[in-house]
């Protein structure tokens, strides 16, 4: 890998890579905030591929390195892409239902904070 591709964080230039830590969070708050705003737990989320063309556009605003990922198009059939759908799937099925909690908590904090201004 050159020294310029090393430094940069952009998406479209690590398609072939695995996520790193701060996409996983990133999408991970992308996914709690798109059920708090439609008001869903995880047992009615729509499938990844929706999911996915959701959560792209509200990555690209709210991120710079997501910047030029607006639609699934930019980044389908690549590692990043399928890394996307198994941390979805993951999330999905997760046991101890953490994503629904996660949801809760992300609720509750909103609407203290809302409650101090």
Known sequence: MSKDKAKTTS???RKGENLLPLDRKNIKAELVDYMITQNKETSQLPPNEELIGYLLPHLAKKYVE???VMHP???KKT???SRIVILLKNEKAAEDDRLNKKVTVEKERRRLEKADE
């Open 73 to 75: 198009r930019a980044i």
């Open 11 to 13: 998406v479209l230039d």
């Open 79 to 81: 590692e990043v892409y």
């Open 66 to 68: 997501w910047k030029d």
